[in-house]
Structures are given as C-alpha cells and as structure tokens.
C-alpha cells in the first residue's frame, strides 16, 4: 500500500488510506508503513469513518447506510433495528 500512496503524494493528489481494508504479515511493518504514509501527508482513516465522510449527511439515506453498517458491524445492527420500530410506530 506505501508505494501507490507515496507515489500518488508525490504527485499532487490528496490521500486517504483505509487503514483498516488494508493488511500486512506484522505489527511492525504495518505501524512502520502507516507512520511512513502519514510523515509523507496521507490520511490515515477507517471504512466506517470513510463511509461517514463520502454519506456526509444522515438525511440523505439514513436507511441505506444504516443496512451497510448493520451489515458489517453486529453491534450496530441493534441502533438501526430500534430506529426502524420507532420510525414504523409513527
């Protein structure tokens, strides 16, 4: 993942890393990878904060973002589950 980043960064463009869509054989070569692309000016961010960033606004498509993070965070699944019983109870 360093090299395309670095490489994108050296030429102009703005960079963010899904750190967390990415992975390596250790801890080390991560952390050192990851503090390399952030010294150079990526971002460093995760697919939830991503997702979070490019929807911009709950009004938009609360159900549909809703449906993804349910989909890929079991925890999650009980806030929309609520939100849609009191939305169906109005």
Not at 20 to 25: H, I, N, Q, Y
Not at 42 to 55: I, N, Y
Not at 66 to 86: A, E, K, Q, V
Request: with cysteine.
């Amino acid at each position: 993942m360093a090299f395309p980043v670095l490489s994108a960064l050296a030429e102009g463009y703005a960079v963010f890393v899904i750190t967390d869509a990415s992975g390596t054989f250790n801890q080390m070569t991560r952390d050192a990878a990851w503090r390399r692309m952030s010294e150079a000016g990526a971002q460093l961010m995760t697919w939830f904060g991503a997702a979070c960033e490019l929807h911009r606004d709950w009004r938009n498509d609360v159900e549909g973002l809703g449906t993804l993070f349910s989909n890929h965070i079991p925890d999650y699944r009980n806030l929309i589950t609520s939100y849609t019983t009191l939305k169906g109870g109005r």
